[in-house]
Nanobody, 119 residues
Framework: QVQLVESGGGLVQPGGSLRLSCAASGFTFNSYWMYWVRQAPGKGLEWVSY????????IYADSVKDRFAVSSDNAKNTLYLQMNSLKPEDTAVYYC????????????WGQGTQVTVSS
């Protein structure tokens, strides 16, 4: 079955960096758009960035452009989000998301990883 497992969150000071990982299994990793989505306390879901794991095309939300970088390692079936120059407003639970086809199209989410930016 499809699984997405995030890791790498934590507490970091403003201006610091973190790298999130999303280990994927159960589907052909190098063929889909994969997304990072976040949810800040008391707010709705906000997409942050996405990448086509086959083509390498990337898209970023304006709020994170030039600070975050999404990448994938197809040999490891892992999605990454390098987050630099972190701000308190980046505090959120970060989720990995993908819509993939196995025997049907499914919309899959990881369990999320908490990122807290605070001094």
């Amino acid at each position: 079955q499809v699984q997405l497992v995030e890791s790498g969150g934590g507490l970091v000071q403003p201006g610091g960096s973190l790298r999130l990982s999303c280990a994927a299994s159960g589907f052909t990793f190098n063929s889909y758009w994969m997304y990072w989505v976040r949810q800040a306390p008391g707010k709705g879901l906000e997409w942050v960035s996405y990448i086509h794991t086959g083509r390498g095309s990337t898209i970023y939300a304006d709020s994170v452009k030039d600070r975050f970088a999404v990448s994938s390692d197809n040999a490891k079936n892992t999605l990454y989000l390098q987050m630099n120059s972190l701000k308190p407003e980046d505090t959120a639970v970060y989720y990995c998301n993908a819509k993939v086809y196995t025997s049907y199209w499914g919309n899959y989410w990881g369990q999320g990883t908490q990122v807290t930016v605070s001094s």
